[in-house]
């Protein structure tokens, strides 16, 4: 069900869906917001963006 986006998921289930697969939830996540197939050059734009977000929320807690 989860495949054919009939069910949406709590984090609990993708934390278990990842141990299960043998990956890290936020791979999960990733993959959710990418069009599929995926290239490439995508999965490494959206980490890109996510690797920048992350560093921006991280410093401006830091300045606090």
Known sequence: MLERGLKTPM???IEDLAAAIGCHPLTLAAL???KQPASQA???ALL???GNEMASI???SSDR
């Open 11 to 13: 984090l609990e289930n």
């Open 32 to 34: 959710a917001y990418l």
């Open 42 to 44: 995508e999965v490494s």
């Open 48 to 50: 890109g963006l996510v």
């Open 58 to 60: 991280a410093s401006k």
